[in-house]
């Protein structure tokens, strides 16, 4: 088997980064409104006012979507639009615009996924401690049910939180994303309890206010670890490489184990729990209970990863790049192994289906003389992962399906506009979209299910 008959070809996106609406119909702030409008955060001073405007412009890029033959979607619902103050009242505006983008979707028979937070923290749930506050468990959890009771009978698939590692490690160790904040790493500690926490409150209640059955996984991230040869000691180099904790403590969130762990086998990892044991809260067992409520897939966000090498020592070692290695414009490496070997490992160890939840580059796209968006270099990356993927569900790891990143141009967070990631171009002073190569191309690799990969 290649790519699985029922194998679903999709894009992604998040509220934060294409809605735009920012203050409009209700919506309350969010601590990306917040953050964008501190000085010096964003590059030139850019935030997601305005966005793609597709709050508004939403059935066009459905149509888009269509044009491209794309089967799923998954886009982030912005908690601070449906419930402005984060609980409480719900905003019927906000909560009418996801309804009505559902809709759209269906009726264009594409499936909408839904990922509940993609870091749109409601700032009045910031003001109260945010993800330092235990309530958050509840406060999230119930923002989850809302929604599954609202959504379940149109959408089938849902994920809880997307890329912990990042909003936990950029937001609050780096300073770089929203709140910007560099806090002890104690808190960071702590912080990410709470998320496992409400992740696991989440499914559960979710699974409760349901109206039928849903599905309901969640969306990390990481750098992935592939062997420098086929020599067993290399693949084990590799796998022990990324299944290992970051003991690196002012970088900690960067791992796989963390976070995963918890989840699918109900306890933190033996060595992060050796390394790190300074600066953990209180974790009960019943924490960890909750925590480790079963779900249903695994996402995954994978861009890139490191060549590993078994040391002379017996511990894993990160082999150099070559000189002139290809990388994409935002300078992450180019390595499709990745897409095999990040896949392989992480259902060796979790035995769940897995989702791509996102993949791509940023290209310096521009609109060429005859109006086109000519980015080879996207379909050139594709390629080389879209076939490493395949190898990977060859090979008999379960492999549901492959979600884009992104759809189109957008906000991409601190680099503001400056980046691309898009398959579709936007030209943020009119609002065009322009369908690049790549949608064109991946139009025939949806169509053909990737055989000529
Ligand atoms: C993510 C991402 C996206 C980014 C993409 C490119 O989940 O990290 O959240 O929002 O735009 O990864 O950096």
Same mark, same amino acid.
């Given at each position: 088997?290649?790519?699985?008959?029922?194998?679903?070809?999709?894009?992604? #996106?998040?509220?934060?980064?294409?809605?735009?609406?920012?203050? @409009?119909?209700?919506?309350?702030?969010?601590?990306?409104?917040?953050?964008?409008?501190?000085?010096?955060?964003?590059?030139?001073? !850019?935030?997601?006012?305005?966005?793609?405007?597709?709050? *508004?412009?939403?059935?066009?890029?459905? /149509? =888009?979507?269509?044009?491209?033959?794309?089967?799923?979607?998954?886009?982030?619902?912005?908690?601070?639009?449906?419930?402005?103050?984060?609980?409480?009242?719900?905003?019927?505006?906000?909560?009418?615009?996801?309804?009505?983008?559902?809709?759209?979707?269906?009726?264009?028979?594409?499936?909408?996924?839904?990922?509940?937070?993609?870091?749109?923290?409601?700032?009045?749930?910031?003001?109260?401690?945010?993800?330092?506050?235990?309530?958050?468990?509840?406060?999230?959890?119930?923002?989850?049910?809302?929604?599954?009771?609202?959504?379940?009978?149109?959408?089938?698939?849902?994920?809880?939180?997307?890329?912990?590692?990042?909003?936990?490690?950029?937001?609050?160790?780096?300073?770089? *994303?929203?709140?910007?904040?560099?806090?002890?790493?104690?808190?960071?500690?702590?912080?990410?309890? !709470?998320?496992?926490? /409400? *992740?696991?409150?989440?499914?559960?209640?979710?699974?409760? #206010?349901?109206?039928?059955?849903? =599905?309901?996984? %969640?969306?990390?991230?990481?750098?992935?670890?592939?062997?420098?040869? +086929?020599?067993?000691?290399?693949?084990? /180099?590799?796998?022990?490489?990324?299944? @290992?904790?970051?003991?690196?403590? @002012?970088?900690?969130?960067?791992?796989?184990?963390?976070?995963?762990?918890?989840?699918?086998?109900?306890?933190?990892?033996?060595?992060?729990?050796?390394?790190?044991?300074?600066?953990?809260? #209180?974790?009960?067992?019943?924490?960890?209970?909750? %925590?480790?409520?079963?779900?249903?897939?695994?996402?995954?966000?994978?861009?890139?990863?490191?060549?590993?090498?078994?040391?002379?020592?017996?511990?894993?070692?990160?082999?150099?790049?070559?000189? &002139?290695?290809?990388?994409?414009?935002?300078?992450?490496?180019?390595?499709?192994?990745?897409?095999?070997?990040?896949?392989?490992?992480?259902?060796?160890?979790?035995?769940?289906?897995? $989702?791509?939840?996102?993949?791509?580059?940023?290209?310096?796209?521009?609109?060429?003389?005859?109006?086109?968006? *000519?980015?080879?270099?996207?379909?050139?990356? =594709?390629?080389?992962?879209?076939?490493?993927?395949?190898?990977?569900?060859?090979? &008999?790891?379960?492999?549901?399906?492959?979600?884009?990143?992104?759809?189109?141009?957008?906000? +991409?967070? !601190?680099?503001?506009? /400056?980046?691309?990631?898009?398959?579709? $171009?936007?030209?943020?002073?009119? @609002?065009?979209?322009?369908?690049?190569?790549?949608?064109?191309?991946?139009?025939?690799?949806?169509?053909?299910?990737?055989?000529?990969?």
């Amino acid at each position: 088997m290649s790519f699985r008959n029922d194998f679903v070809w999709g894009q992604a #996106t998040s509220a934060y980064q294409i809605e735009g609406a920012a203050f @409009q119909d209700g919506k309350g702030w969010d601590i990306w409104d917040v953050f964008c409008k501190e000085e010096g955060k964003v590059f030139e001073g !850019h935030s997601g006012d305005v966005a793609c405007d597709h709050y *508004h412009r939403f059935r066009e890029d459905v /149509a =888009l979507m269509k044009k491209m033959g794309v089967q799923g979607y998954r886009f982030s619902i912005n908690w601070s639009r449906v419930f402005p103050n984060g609980t409480g009242t719900v905003n019927e505006k906000g909560l009418k615009f996801y309804h009505e983008l559902v809709d759209e979707l269906c009726a264009a028979n594409i499936e909408p996924y839904i990922t509940l937070y993609h870091w749109e923290l409601p700032y009045e749930l910031y003001k109260k401690g945010g993800w330092m506050n235990r309530e958050i468990v509840e406060w999230f959890s119930d923002y989850a049910a809302f929604i599954a009771k609202e959504f379940s009978d149109k959408v089938t698939h849902f994920f809880t939180v997307n890329e912990p590692q990042c909003f936990i490690g950029l937001g609050y160790m780096t300073g770089v *994303h929203a709140p910007g904040l560099k806090v002890p790493v104690r808190d960071t500690f702590l912080m990410a309890h !709470h998320v496992l926490m /409400a *992740h696991g409150m989440a499914v559960k209640k979710m699974r409760q #206010t349901a109206k039928r059955d849903i =599905l309901i996984g %969640i969306a990390p991230t990481g750098s992935m670890s592939y062997p420098d040869t +086929e020599r067993p000691e290399d693949i084990e /180099a590799a796998r022990m490489h990324l299944m @290992q904790v970051n003991p690196d403590l @002012q970088n900690w969130t960067w791992n796989v184990t963390w976070w995963s762990d918890p989840i699918f086998r109900g306890e933190y990892p033996e060595d992060g729990l050796r390394l790190y044991k300074d600066y953990l809260p #209180t974790m009960t067992p019943e924490d960890m209970k909750l %925590i480790s409520q079963p779900i249903d897939f695994y996402g995954q966000n994978i861009y890139n990863g490191n060549r590993i090498r078994m040391g002379k020592d017996g511990k894993p070692e990160v082999v150099k790049r070559y000189d &002139g290695f290809p990388k994409t414009a935002l300078g992450w490496p180019v390595t499709p192994e990745c897409l095999y070997w990040g896949p392989y490992f992480l259902y060796e160890r979790y035995q769940s289906p897995i $989702y791509i939840t996102e993949n791509g580059l940023s290209c310096h796209d521009t609109v060429s003389s005859d109006g086109k968006v *000519h980015d080879q270099n996207r379909i050139d990356f =594709l390629e080389g992962y879209l076939k490493q993927l395949k190898h990977a569900s060859e090979d &008999g790891v379960d492999i549901r399906g492959y979600f884009h990143w992104s759809l189109m141009d957008n906000f +991409e967070w !601190h680099s503001g506009y /400056a980046d691309r990631f898009g398959m579709i $171009y936007v030209d943020y002073r009119t @609002q065009e979209r322009i369908i690049k190569d790549s949608g064109y191309w991946y139009e025939k690799v949806i169509r053909e299910n990737g055989e000529f990969l």
